[in-house]
């Protein structure tokens, strides 16, 4: 989804710091919903979605994989 797709470039900056707000948080922690939102508005700003897309991606759910919200041992 555009969602995932713009969470998956936010990651990409600090996949091991973000991994770690993400599993503590258990999903989408304020910060890494911040970056993902920067990312969202910039693929609007160039055009790449339209402002239909970025209100669908806005209110679109992340899911995550049980094995990326088990906790640090």
Known sequence: SV??????????????????????????????????????HAMYVDGVISADDLAAARGAALHFADGALRKDD
């Open 3 to 40: 969602r995932q797709a713009a969470f998956l470039a936010a990651l990409t900056s600090e996949p091991t710091t973000m991994s770690h707000r993400v599993r503590h948080a258990g999903g989408l922690d304020k910060d890494s919903a911040a970056r993902v939102e920067v990312v969202l």
